[in-house]
């Protein structure tokens, strides 16, 4: 199913002729469009965390984004965990599912500024301590391997009142999960909110695009600072970002899983099937 991108499926009806519409209207139109704002507030009405997005062109590209907003912190390290997949930029691939060790062309002081760790809370807090500048936390939200080297229970909640208690961006990767365990990812069924969630997948209902979503203290650091701040932008450019091809498909996907309409049109088919 696409990578795990085509929950509804393949060609489902109304994403396409969301889709087929806006190719009558044009894929580029160099500037922010009102399906922009639609496929945003779809986000921030699913995801509990979501108070602003930022859309990108795919996971690598967000995950990168909300590793950079550790600028947030002041501080540049980073903790990942052992062969969890956040794309293939240089700060997450070592010991990603893609790499045992040090890749190729990345840089050694970017690898020595990541820490990857086991789903252990107190690997977590010897690091934190030993390395002092620890700025942000990245973990899958239901573990490596699409979930099938499980977080343990109760790991995500003592990891975001950790780095609450420390000052640390609390980063949930829910590129596999967000739409899927829940309308809400799984920071619904767990009852938590991260300071950022890193989207893409289902987001786009099949097409290309990916997001940041989170809290507005945070997210700030995407826009330029007040003018009495020594605080520095995050920017962020892209062509192609939050284009209206794959905002028009991201909203109706949302939208059909928001109101449990595919649900619905599954439970029906399977019904005809059985019927023969």
């Known amino acids: 199913m696409g990578h ?18 806006q190719l009558a209207l044009g894929t580029h139109y160099g500037a922010s469009t009102l399906k922009e704002i639609e496929w945003a507030e779809e986000v921030t009405r699913t995801v509990p965390s979501a108070e602003v997005v930022r859309f990108t062109s795919s996971a690598t590209e967000g995950t990168p984004m909300a590793l950079r907003l550790r600028t947030h912190t002041g501080k540049s390290g980073v903790i990942k965990f052992d062969r969890h997949f956040h794309g293939w930029h240089d700060y997450v691939v070592a010991s990603s599912k893609y790499s045992a060790g040090a890749p190729a062309g ?12 086991p789903l252990e809370m107190g690997e977590v807090r010897r690091t934190v301590d ?15 391997s699409s979930g099938q080297l499980p977080v343990p229970r109760g790991f995500l909640h003592e990891l975001q009142a950790f780095c609450r208690a420390q000052g640390i961006v609390f980063i949930m990767d829910e590129v596999v999960t967000g739409f899927r365990w829940a309308p809400g990812g799984v920071q619904e069924v767990e009852g938590l909110k991260p300071d950022l969630t890193t989207l893409a997948k289902i987001l786009a209902g099949g097409f290309p695009g990916g997001a940041v979503a989170g809290s507005r203290e945070v997210m700030e650091f995407l826009r330029f600072p007040d003018p009495g701040t020594k605080a520095t932008k995050v920017g962020h450019p892209g062509t192609f970002n939050a284009n209206p091809l794959s905002a028009a498909a991201g909203v109706a996907c949302l939208r059909e899983i928001a109101d449990g309409r595919h649900q619905r049109r599954a439970n029906d088919l399977s019904a005809q099937l059985r019927a023969g």
């Open 4 to 21: 795990g991108a085509l929950m509804l499926g393949h060609n489902y009806p109304s994403v396409m002729e969301a889709a087929q519409a």
């Open 106 to 117: 990345v840089p050694q002081a970017t690898l020595d500024s990541v820490s990857v760790l």
């Open 130 to 144: 030993e390395r002092g500048d620890v700025g942000a936390i990245i973990v899958e939200s239901a573990g490596a």
